[in-house]
C-alpha cells in the first residue's frame, strides 16, 4: 500500500494551520476510497463520491469519520476484503480537514505552473528554494564536494564517461585560481561534447522502449537505429524540448517534412510487433496502438492513461472516452497487426545517414551537370545508320514465351493478349536468382495489373499462406516485383521509380533478383537486392515491404506456372489489357550491361524499320548512337542507385491515405467489441483547452501538449532530468503524477524549474547547466549516519547525488580508463562479448536476423554500451544484471537492486577481466613507479588512502606469488578477452596486477557516482 513518506507525514501532523489538501489529504483518499468512492460511476459505492467537491465529504463528514473510527470491522471503511487500512495518524489528519470544513482543491498536478517567487539566500534559484526546506528542517546544507569528485560526477552525467587525469589536474588548478568560472566552463565544455547527446540519449531510450528486435516470440531483428542517432543528434544540438516532443509525435505531418523529422517519428512505432501465425491480426494492430497510448501517457503527461482502457480511471479523472480520444490520434496508421518476421514492420522509409546523404547530394549534383551535357548532345544529334548489336552470347532461360503466333502486331512478329493463357513450369527457388524480360503495350485501363503471376488470391486472407508466389505487375505506370510468402505483410515488394511507363507504346522491363549471391551470409531475402530496368536502363526503386524470409540452405526450386497477364483476385481477377511480347524469365543473375545489350538487340530492329517513329522509338535509337559519351552519366546513376539501395531502413508513422480509420470506444478494452464511435480529442477540462486552430490529429496533439500553460509537459520533463542527476525526482513517482503519486518534495521548486524551461525556450542544455553548478548538486555526497536515518533517499537535498550507475556506463566506464573504449559516435548496433550459447533453448530456432549472436570484431566490440544490440526476449546480461529494462514497454525510472550477482559480474565476466587487464597494462605503462595507485586514480578520480594503499598493495604481493606458482592459471587469465596482451610485461606480473585492477574495477565507488 502507498502511505505518505514519513517525512511529510510527521512534519503536516504539526501544525493545523499547515494542513493542505492536495498534500495530506487527497493522497489518502486516492490510495483508501476512490477505488469505491472515485470517479468511476459504474463501481461507486452507496453513491458517495469522494474525488471531487461537490459530492459531499463535508456533508457526510459525521457518517465518515465513523466509518472510519468504528471498531466494528462489519461497518469499518476501507473494509477488510479491500486490504487497506488507515493509520492512525491518517484518521487524524482526516478528522482534521473534515473538522475544517473538508474543503477541497484542484490536484496540483493538474493546475499550470507558476513562478513563484524566488527566496532570498541564494544567488542559483535552485539552492534558494532548497535552503528554505532545509532550514524548516532545522537542516544545513553539506560542504561542496572536491572539485575532483564533482567532476566526475558530472562527467559521469552529462557525457557517461569519467575525466581523463589530464582534465581532473587541469580543473584542480583551474577551480583553486578561478572558482566558480572553473566549473562554469568545465559544464560548457561537456555539454559541447558530442557524447553529451549518447549520455542523455540513454534514458529516452529507455521510455520510448528502443530495441533492435520486434519482440513476442520470434523476436526478429529490426532496423531503427536511425532512430536512435537521430535522438543523440538531438540532444547535441540541443533541440527545443518542444520541437523533440512535436518531431517526434508528428514529424511526418509537419509542412514539408525533412528525411530527420521522419525518422524522428520512429518513436510512435518502436513498441513491440507481433509475427507469430495464427494471431488475429486486429487485436494485435489494436495493441500496438493501446501502446502508444501508454507511452504518450507515461512519456509526456506523467499519467497512467492505459488504466483507462477497459473502464474509467480508478484514481484519476481520466475517462475511458478520454483514452480513446487518445486512442484516435493513433489509430490511422497503414500497419498489420502480424508483420516483423525477418525485417522491419510497414510503414518504413530509406534513412540514409548523414554521409550516404552527403554522397548522394554530390551525386545528384555532378549528374544534374552531366543531364545539361547529355540534352546538348542529344539537341544536336542526327540519324546516321547503325547496325544493331547482337543479343548477349550466353542466353541461357528457363522460359522464352516470343507469342509470334498471338494476335496482335508485336516487337517481333504478333503478340500475346490475356486470357487464360499460362506458361510452362519454372524452376524457382528463394535463395536463386531470378530475372524476367518482357515486352509490353500497355492501355489507360491498366492501373493496376499482373504481367506474370503465379500468386493465388483466392486463399481466405487471414491464411497463413495467402497469396503466396511469385508476381509482375504493373501499378499506375511503375513495375512491381512481388515475392511472397504471404502478402503483404510477408513478401517481397519492390517498384520502380520513375518508369512512367504510358499507355500505348512499347516498353521493355527488366527486372532482377540476385539471390543470396548478393549477400551470402544474409538471413533474409532483402528487396534492396532487386533492380529494375526499363528500356535497358537501370531506373531507381523504392521498397513497399521487405519482410521475405529464406528458406534453408538446401531448398529445392519449386516448379510456378505463371499465369500471363491476368491473376485470380476478386470474382474475376483483374487482366492486363494490352499486349505482351517476348517474355523470358531466367534463373541465373543479369547483369547491367546484358539487360541493356537485350533490350538494343530487339528495339533497335524494330525502331530501325519503323517509317513513322513514335519520340520513345526515336530515343531508343539516339541514347544507342549516344551510348558512349553517355556512360559517364549513365555511371554516376549506377552509383546512385547503389548508394540508396544501400541505405538503412527505418519504421516511421504516417496516415492512411483517403478515409480515415474510424475510432470506437471498446467495451472492456477488447478489439471486437466497438462501442460509441468518437473523434481524436484530450480532457480539455482537466489540463487545458485545444490550441485554437490546431489540426485533430498528432501534430495538433503536439501542439496541444507544448502549450506553455499545460500543467503537466514541462513539470514531467524536468522531473525526469532532476531524476538522471540525483537519483529521484522532486517527484519521486515520475511515472505517475495523478492522484496516487507521491506529492513533490520541492512543490515550488518544480513549478520555477517548468515554468522557467518553458520561458527560455524549452532549453535542455540550459537546464542542465543550471542544475549542474548549483550548490546543491555540488555538495559532498556523505552523509551524517543521523542524516542519512532522517532521510535515506535524500529527498530534502541536504546531501550531493550518490547512486549506482546505469548499466551502459558501468561497462563504459570500465572500457574508458581502460583504455579500450572506441568513441564512434552513432551507426548500427554492435555485438560485444557475452556468454556462449545464450540463446540456445530461449530463442527461436528459426534462421531469422537477430537469433543468433554472432560477436562483433575489432573496434566494435568496444563501443558504447548504448550501441550494444538489444533484443527484448535475451537483453546482454552485462545489461540485465545492473538493472536495464527489455524495453517492451515505456519505462521512465529503472529499478536498482543489489544482488550478489552483480559483483560476480565485476570479477568473472570476460568484459570486465578483459578491461582488468589493459588497466593493469596501463597503469603499468603510464605510472611504473605507482601501477596501483594509478589505477585507482583512474577509476575514483582521486589517490587511494594509506589503508587502502596497503590492502591493494597486500593483495598484489599474495596474487604475483600465487601466479609464480602457477603459470597456467596467469596464462589462462591473461587470455581471457581477444584484446591482445603487452608482451614486455612478464606474465605472472601482469596476472597480479590484472586481480588488482579488477577488484579495483569492482568497488562500490567505481559503480557508484
Excluded at 559516435?825 to 530463442?843: F, H, M, N, T
Excluded at 524495453?887 to 537492486?897: A, D, L, N, P, Y
Aim: aromatic share 8%; hydrophobic share 40%; proline share 8%.
Amino acid at each position: 500500500m502507498r502511505v505518505l513518506a514519513l517525512l511529510f507525514s510527521c512534519f503536516c501532523l504539526a501544525s493545523a494551520a499547515d494542513l493542505d489538501y492536495g498534500r495530506d489529504i487527497r493522497p489518502i483518499l486516492s490510495e483508501n476510497c476512490f477505488h469505491c468512492h472515485g470517479q468511476d460511476s459504474k463501481k461507486r459505492m452507496a453513491g458517495l463520491r469522494l474525488d471531487e467537491s461537490p459530492s459531499g465529504a463535508a456533508v457526510h463528514a459525521d457518517k465518515i469519520l465513523d466509518r472510519i473510527t468504528t471498531a466494528n470491522k462489519a461497518r469499518q471503511m476501507p473494509p477488510a476484503y479491500s486490504n487497506r487500512t488507515l493509520t492512525s495518524d491518517q484518521k487524524a489528519l482526516l478528522k482534521r480537514w473534515l473538522d475544517e470544513g473538508g474543503k477541497y482543491s484542484k490536484h496540483w498536478a493538474f493546475v499550470p505552473p507558476v513562478a513563484p517567487p524566488v527566496p532570498s539566500g541564494a544567488a542559483n534559484p535552485i539552492d534558494a528554494f532548497v535552503l528554505r526546506k532545509l532550514q524548516a528542517e532545522g537542516l544545513k546544507p553539506s560542504p561542496a564536494a572536491k572539485p575532483a569528485a564533482w567532476l566526475r560526477r558530472a562527467s559521469l552525467d552529462l557525457t557517461g564517461i569519467p575525466p581523463t587525469l589530464a582534465e581532473i589536474d587541469a580543473f584542480e588548478k583551474d577551480a583553486a585560481k578561478n572558482g566558480d568560472g572553473a566549473y562554469a566552463r568545465t559544464v560548457d565544455r561537456l555539454l559541447a561534447s558530442p557524447h553529451y547527446g549518447e549520455r542523455m540519449a540513454i534514458d529516452w531510450l529507455d521510455v520510448a522502449r528502443y530495441a533492435d528486435t520486434h519482440g513476442f516470440n520470434n523476436d526478429s531483428e529490426r532496423e531503427m537505429w536511425r532512430w536512435r542517432d537521430w535522438v543523440i543528434q538531438a540532444f547535441n544540438s540541443n533541440q527545443r524540448y518542444d520541437r523533440f516532443l512535436t518531431e517526434q509525435l508528428a514529424g511526418d505531418l509537419l509542412p514539408n517534412p525533412t528525411l530527420e523529422q521522419r525518422i524522428a517519428t520512429g518513436y510512435g512505432r518502436n513498441h513491440v510487433i507481433n509475427s507469430e501465425g495464427g494471431i488475429i491480426e486486429e487485436e494485435y494492430r489494436v495493441e500496438y496502438v493501446s501502446d502508444r497510448v501508454r507511452t504518450l501517457g507515461m512519456s509526456w503527461l506523467g499519467l497512467t492513461l492505459e488504466c483507462a482502457r477497459c473502464h474509467d480511471h480508478k484514481y484519476d479523472p481520466i475517462t475511458q472516452k478520454d483514452h480513446y480520444r487518445f486512442f484516435a490520434f493513433f489509430n490511422n496508421v497503414p500497419e498489420f497487426g502480424e508483420d516483423g518476421r525477418v525485417a522491419n514492420a510497414v510503414p518504413m522509409i530509406p534513412a540514409p545517414t548523414p554521409d550516404q546523404q552527403r554522397r548522394i547530394a554530390r551525386l545528384q549534383a555532378d549528374i544534374a551537370k552531366l543531364e545539361q551535357v547529355s540534352a546538348r548532345l542529344s539537341a544536336g544529334w542526327k540519324f546516321k545508320p547503325m547496325t544493331p548489336p547482337a543479343p548477349p552470347a550466353d542466353v541461357t532461360t528457363a522460359l522464352n514465351l516470343d507469342c509470334n503466333d498471338g494476335p496482335a502486331p508485336g516487337i517481333q512478329g504478333n503478340a500475346c493478349i490475356a486470357k487464360d493463357a499460362k506458361t510452362p513450369a519454372v524452376p524457382i527457388a528463394r535463395r536463386n536468382p531470378l530475372a524476367f524480360r518482357v515486352w509490353l503495350q500497355s492501355t489507360a485501363a491498366d492501373t493496376d495489373a499482373p504481367i506474370l503471376s503465379t500468386i493465388d488470391y483466392s486463399k481466405n486472407e487471414a491464411a497463413v499462406g495467402y497469396a503466396s508466389g511469385t508476381e509482375l505487375r504493373l501499378v499506375n505506370g511503375e513495375v512491381e516485383l512481388r515475392l511472397s510468402q504471404r502478402f503483404p505483410a510477408y513478401a517481397l515488394r519492390v517498384q520502380s521509380e520513375g518508369a512512367r511507363i504510358g499507355a500505348g507504346e512499347w516498353r521493355h522491363v527488366t527486372v532482377v533478383y540476385p539471390g543470396v549471391a548478393a549477400e551470402p551470409d544474409a538471413m533474409r531475402m532483402k528487396a534492396a537486392w532487386v533492380r529494375m530496368y526499363i528500356d535497358g536502363r537501370e531506373v531507381p526503386t523504392r521498397i513497399l515491404n521487405d519482410g521475405a524470409s529464406l528458406p534453408s540452405p538446401g531448398e529445392k526450386p519449386s516448379n510456378q506456372i505463371f499465369k500471363l497477364g491476368w491473376d485470380n483476385a476478386g470474382k474475376s481477377g483483374t487482366r492486363f489489357q494490352g499486349k505482351l511480347d517476348n517474355i523470358q524469365i531466367l534463373t541465373r543473375d543479369l547483369k547491367p550491361e546484358d539487360a541493356a545489350r537485350w533490350f538494343e538487340s530487339d528495339a533497335l530492329p524494330y525502331a530501325l524499320s519503323r517509317t513513322q517513329r513514335s519520340p520513345v522509338e526515336t530515343a531508343w535509337i539516339r541514347t544507342y548512337a549516344l551510348k558512349d559519351k553517355n556512360k559517364p552519366l549513365d555511371d554516376l546513376k549506377a552509383e546512385l542507385y547503389a548508394v540508396r539501395r544501400a541505405s538503412p531502413m527505418t519504421m516511421v508513422m504516417q496516415e492512411l491515405e483517403g478515409t480515415p480509420r474510424p475510432t470506437h470506444l471498446l467495451l472492456r478494452g477488447q478489439y471486437n467489441l466497438p462501442g460509441e464511435k468518437l473523434e481524436p480529442g484530450v480532457p480539455e477540462s482537466l489540463l487545458g483547452a485545444w490550441p485554437a486552430g490546431a489540426p485533430k490529429n498528432r501534430l495538433g496533439l503536439a501542439q496541444w501538449l507544448t502549450k506553455p500553460d499545460h500543467p503537466l509537459t514541462s513539470r514531467v520533463v524536468v522531473n525526469r532530468f532532476w531524476q538522471q542527476l540525483f537519483g529521484q525526482g522532486l517527484v519521486k513517482t515520475s511515472d505517475n503524477f495523478g492522484f496516487q503519486g507521491e506529492f513533490p518534495s520541492h512543490p515550488e521548486l518544480l513549478d520555477w524549474l517548468a515554468r522557467d524551461f518553458v520561458d527560455n525556450g524549452w532549453n535542455v542544455k540550459a537546464l542542465m547547466r543550471k542544475i549542474v553548478l548549483s550548490a546543491t548538486y555540488r555538495q559532498d555526497a556523505a552523509g551524517s549516519p543521523e542524516l542519512t536515518a532522517r532521510d535515506p533517499e535524500n529527498r530534502l537535498l541536504a546531501r550531493g547525488p550518490r547512486f549506482r550507475l546505469p548499466a551502459e556506463l558501468i561497462r563504459d566506464q570500465a572500457l574508458a580508463i581502460s583504455g579500450l573504449l572506441t568513441e564512434k559516435l552513432g551507426g548500427p548496433s554492435v555485438y560485444p562479448l557475452q556468454a556462449e550459447d545464450l540463446y540456445k533453448g530461449i530463442v527461436v530456432a528459426a534462421d531469422y536476423p537477430g537469433t543468433k549472436y554472432i560477436t562483433s570484431k575489432g573496434p566494435d566490440l568496444y563501443r558504447r554500451s548504448m550501441y550494444t544490440f538489444w533484443k527484448r526476449t535475451v537483453t546482454h546480461p552485462a545489461m540485465t544484471v545492473f538493472d536495464a529494462p527489455d524495453r517492451e514497454f515505456c519505462i521512465v525510472k529503472r529499478s536498482t537492486t543489489n544482488t550478489p550477482l552483480q559483483a560476480l559480474t565485476l570479477l568473472n565476466d570476460p568484459i570486465y577481466v578483459e578491461a582488468a587487464r589493459k588497466l593493469a597494462e596501463r597503469a603499468l605503462r603510464e605510472d611504473a613507479k605507482a601501477p596501483i595507485a594509478y589505477a585507482f586514480r583512474l577509476a575514483t578520480g582521486r589517490q587511494p588512502d594509506e589503508r587502502e594503499s596497503q590492502i591493494l598493495r597486500t593483495s598484489y604481493e599474495k596474487l604475483l606469488q600465487t601466479y609464480e606458482n602457477d603459470r597456467r592459471s596467469a596464462e589462462a587469465l591473461l587470455t581471457v578477452g581477444p584484446a591482445p596482451r603487452d608482451p614486455k610485461i612478464p606474465t605472472a606480473q601482469l596476472a597480479a596486477y590484472t586481480g588488482v585492477a579488477n577488484m579495483i574495477l569492482n568497488l562500490d565507488e567505481v559503480i557508484t557516482k
